[in-house]
Every structure is written in structure tokens, then in C-alpha cells.
């Protein structure tokens, strides 16, 4: 209790020393954007940068160990609840955003995967010069370390990378050694499934395969590798130009005219109001949520938006909010009769199990509580959703290209012209991508288990993110999903779905772990609508965990 007080007492002080202070730079969150930027910035040692974060800093085991990957830890989020989602029986569910130094590098499942060459091209075809895979590719480098696999358990898994496509960065990667030995199982059945590629290097930028892929660990320590320990830890204690303030809440950006000028932010410890001045720039790294969020707090956004939320329209902004996109995923479970000793369920039910794998990774930090969610991902294109049928595909692309742009939207889309042409040109390109062998619809984790999360990465549906009644941006947000608006994302759900059934019921799995049955949905669920509502009724299918993106201007 003494060390909470006296943190309380450190951070009322700090944010005495910056209140109503002017530095060149404002960054509104303290995430995985936000502090590379104060990073960066602050390498010029007469530059100041205030980073203000809503969390605190997190050392519990949740936030370092890998193990705890698999899970979520709800402690540093904020969580409020979706608005009910119309094409999911009104569903809605917890909208989980991190509220902790490091942001979504705390929390997420640690997987280290680029997109593909074709995806990344795609953002510079839609106007953003510089942002294909030739020139993103050095800032990946720059950006990460990677360390491989120990030499025999790159041997018997057949593990293999390129080291040419990483560099010496903070953000450390690895694979670890360890492995549940069904997987196994898994790999075999990879082989023998008709067109699927095993390319090797994950983050080649190849697209479609069966890849291992790095965790975001560092091996040094078999740690979690996070903003904060890359960007943050390392440089504060020399620059004295960075000043990072926990358990700030932005409540508004201050502007003169249209020029931003500052930040009013409420201390969560006393729940008193400060403002803060930037000279140059301020900067909003808050994420897909809160971005939208502050800034239609502070007058920027849709105007209707606006004056439902009682906001004055300091300037009409009809995409702020918009474009809300998430990764649809459904949530396969299947029992797996003859599993191998260990696998991923036994540190749960073997007591005697669990002491002995904690003991190895404090004395040796080895062994399963290394793994994260999962080393091991399938990436498939349309076609090979659709049984390898390129033909079958391209009619899956006409039909959505034939779509009324506006049918499948939120209300929004309607009244703004250009809302919805960026939509009409986000489409065009997606369309290109869906009828593409190299750019990948669906990604699957294989974790040795009967679980099996599968998920849709080009989604069209489109969501929006709008203030609350009480106007605020410290408040809760009205988050729509409108998954499965657009009938293709339900279609295309479905189709992965059969596809992941079909390997489930591979050969292979089944000479080592089965008979394999499946639970949810449930063999009996074979119509559209029996596997929908199966999925639907069990929690099974809806928005993803971590991953989210959004548009703020």
C-alpha cells in the first residue's frame, strides 16, 4: 500500500510540473505508436515531447511472461460494450482497448506477421505513396530483431527464416524451441493438403502458406518484447526532453481557430483538470477507438454526430469514426480422442504438470510457458477457401463488384459523397486482392489443441465509432460493428468454416489424435444458417480479440 500512495504522490507532482507548460510536441497515448513517435522525436535532444497514457505502467507476470498470451488480461483495459450487432442476433460484446504503458503490445497475443507483398502494395495503390512492400521493408528491418530457434528444434520442425528480411531493432522476435508434440500431426496434414504452400520465411511478404511464425519475445530473457521495453525503458532515464505522464485521461484537444494548440487531460488519481500547450504539433496516438473518439470531442467530426452528442461543429469531418473495421472470426472447437502428453490443455488440468513447467521457465526460461497463442498459421487466398477454385472465386468477386456501394453501409456513407467514393475505391482494390493466389481472405492459428479460431481478413462490412451521450472523450464510445453487414463476409465466414472442417478432418490428425469430433458448431450444423446460428448462440463467432483499424480524418 506504501508504494501506491507514494505513486500517486509522484504522479500529482509530475503533472504540477507540466500543467499549463508549453512542449514542442503533445502525443495523446502512450501505446505502440505513441511511444516510437516520442522515441524518435526525442533523438534530437532540444526537442520536448509530453506523452500523456490513460494506464499505468504493468509489471505483473500477465504483462512479461508468454503464457499469459493465451489469455487476455481484462486488468488494463477499458472495456465498454459494443452497440448490438443487427446480422449477429443483436449480439454485443465487450470492445477491449489497452489502457497500460505499451498499449496493444501489453496485451495482444504476440505474433510477429507482416502482411503480404500484394497487401501492402494495395495501401500505396489506394494514394499513399511509400506505403508498398518495397518501401515499408526497411522500416521492418529497422524496427525489429529476430532471434532464431535453438538448432534442434529448427531440425525437427523443419523451421526455417531468412535473416536478411530482419534487422537490429528494439522490438525483439523469436520462435521458441518449444513445441506440443501433436503439432506434429498438423504439419502432416499441411503436406498433404491439395495447393496449400509451405514457403518458409513468414515475413517474406509471400501471402497464402503454412508458416512458423516469430513471437514478439525476447530471447535474451523469454520475456515479452513491448513498446515500452523497445521504444520507452531503454532512453528515458537520459533524456530529459521525454516526460511520460500515467493516468491522464485527454479529454479534449484545445485549438486556436483550426490549429491544434494543446491538450485538456483529467489526473484519474484526483480527478482534477489540467491543459497542457504544444508549440509545434500535438499528436494523437489513442488508437481505433479513442481517436475517433477525442477528436469528435473536440468538435472534429461528423456534424450529426456532433450535435446529437451536444459537441459544438468546430469542423464537419464525416470520416472521423468511420471506416470501423474488424476481423470477423469464428471459433471452431473439436474433440481430439488420443491427445498427446503434454499438450496445450494439461498445465490447466495436471497440477503436477503445471508446478514442473513453471519451475523450468524461472530456472531455465524454457519449456511451454514460453509459447504464446500460437507459432503456427495458415494463410489461405479466396480460391483455395473455395476448394482451389480460381473459376469459382472470380464469380464471388463479380457478384460483390455488382453490389450497390451504399446498400451494405452504415447511414453515414449515404449523406457524404466523399465517404462513400473511399469506400467505392477501398472496394476496387480488395476486389483485386480477393481474386488474387497472393493475398490471403482467411488466417487460422493451430495451437495442438482441439481449438481452432479462423478468421476473415478482408472483410467489407464497415463499422463506425460515434461519442456517447455524454459527449466527453474520457467517456465510453458508441462502437457499431455492423459485422456481417455485407452478405460477402457472411459468405466468405462460411466458406472458411467448411474449409477449416475439411482439414480437421484430415488423414493425418486423425492417425495421431483422433477419432476427431467436432463440438462447435456440431456436425449437425451443416445449413448457412444452422452453422451462423450454432456459432452465434455458443459465442463463437464475431469480432476478433486485439485487432482492429479505423480512420480519424
Known amino acids: ?115 503480404s507483398r500484394a497487401d501492402y502494395d494495395a495501401w500505396a495503390a489506394l494514394g499513399n505513396p511509400g506505403w508498398g512492400w518495397a518501401g515499408l521493408l526497411p522500416y521492418f528491418r529497422k524496427s525489429c530483431t529476430f532471434a532464431p530457434p535453438p538448432p534442434d528444434a529448427a531440425a525437427r520442425w523443419n523451421m526455417s527464416w531468412d535473416g536478411r528480411l530482419y534487422g537490429g531493432g528494439p522490438v525483439h522476435t523469436h520462435t521458441p524451441g518449444f513445441q506440443y508434440p501433436d503439432m506434429a500431426a498438423f504439419w502432416d496434414a499441411y503436406r498433404h493438403e491439395p495447393g496449400l504452400q509451405l514457403p518458409g520465411e513468414s515475413n517474406a511478404g509471400h501471402g497464402p502458406g503454412a508458416y512458423w511464425v516469430p513471437s514478439t519475445i525476447d530471447a535474451r530473457d523469454m520475456t515479452r518484447s513491448t513498446a515500452r521495453k523497445a521504444y520507452y525503458d531503454p532512453v528515458h532515464a537520459a533524456r530529459p526532453n521525454l516526460q511520460l505522464l500515467t493516468g491522464q485521461t485527454a479529454q479534449e484537444i484545445l485549438f486556436e481557430g483550426l490549429q491544434a494548440i494543446g491538450v485538456r487531460f483529467v489526473s484519474t488519481t484526483d480527478n482534477v483538470t489540467h491543459e497542457v500547450f504544444a508549440a509545434k504539433e500535438v499528436i494523437v496516438a489513442t488508437g481505433a477507438i479513442q481517436t475517433p473518439q477525442l477528436l469528435q470531442a473536440s468538435g472534429i467530426g461528423p456534424a450529426s454526430v456532433l450535435r446529437q452528442a451536444g459537441v459544438g461543429v468546430r469542423k464537419d469531418l464525416p470520416g472521423v469514426g468511420a471506416n470501423f473495421q474488424d476481423h470477423p472470426t469464428v471459433q471452431l472447437r473439436f474433440n481430439l480422442s488420443r491427445p498427446s502428453f503434454p499438450n496445450p490443455d494439461t498445465i490447466a488440468n495436471d497440477p503436477e504438470y503445471n508446478a514442473s513447467v513453471w519451475a523450468e521457465y524461472y530456472a531455465n526460461k524454457s519449456g511451454p510457458i514460453t509459447l504464446t497463442s500460437s507459432s503456427n498459421q495458415i494463410l489461405l487466398s479466396l480460391g483455395q477457401v473455395l476448394g482451389n477454385n480460381a473459376s469459382q472465386a472470380a464469380d464471388v468477386v463479380r457478384g460483390l463488384l455488382a453490389q450497390e456501394p451504399a446498400r451494405f453501409l452504415p447511414e453515414l456513407y449515404t449523406s457524404s459523397p466523399p465517404l462513400l467514393a473511399g469506400f467505392v475505391a477501398q472496394r476496387a482494390l480488395l476486389a483485386e486482392l480477393l481474386a488474387s493466389p497472393n493475398a490471403s481472405v482467411s488466417q487460422a492459428s493451430i495451437q495442438g489443441s482441439g481449438r481452432a479460431p479462423n478468421v476473415l481478413l478482408k472483410p467489407l462490412s464497415r463499422g463506425t465509432v460515434t461519442l456517447g451521450r455524454d459527449g466527453g472523450g474520457g467517456g465510453l464510445p458508441t462502437v457499431q460493428y455492423n459485422t456481417l453487414q455485407n452478405p460477402f463476409d457472411r459468405a466468405a465466414l462460411l466458406a472458411i468454416t467448411r474449409r477449416a472442417r475439411a482439414l480437421w478432418a484430415s488423414p493425418a490428425i486423425a492417425a495421431r489424435v483422433g477419432p476427431v469430433t467436432e463440438t462447435v458448431p456440431g456436425a449437425a450444423a451443416q445449413t448457412d444458417d444452422e452453422m451462423v446460428d450454432g456459432l452465434v448462440r455458443r459465442g463463437r463467432c464475431g469480432r476478433r480479440w486485439r485487432t482492429r483499424a479505423g480512420r480519424a480524418r
Open 1 to 115: 500500500m506504501r508504494w501506491v500512495i507514494l505513486s500517486c504522490a509522484i504522479a500529482c507532482r509530475a503533472v504540477e510540473v507540466v500543467a499549463s507548460d508549453t512542449f514542442d510536441y503533445v502525443i495523446v497515448g502512450g501505446g505502440t505508436s505513441g511511444l516510437v513517435v516520442a522515441n524518435r522525436l526525442t533523438e534530437d535532444p532540444e526537442t520536448t515531447v509530453l506523452v500523456l497514457e490513460r494506464g499505468g505502467f504493468d509489471d505483473k507476470p500477465q504483462a512479461v511472461v508468454p503464457y499469459y498470451a493465451n489469455g487476455l488480461d481484462t486488468s488494463v483495459m477499458i472495456r465498454p460494450k459494443s452497440a448490438p450487432v443487427p446480422h449477429l442476433n443483436n449480439t454485443q460484446w465487450d470492445v477491449n482497448v489497452a489502457a497500460v504503458v505499451g498499449g496493444g503490445s501489453v496485451v495482444n497475443g504476440m505474433g510477429y506477421l507482416r502482411g
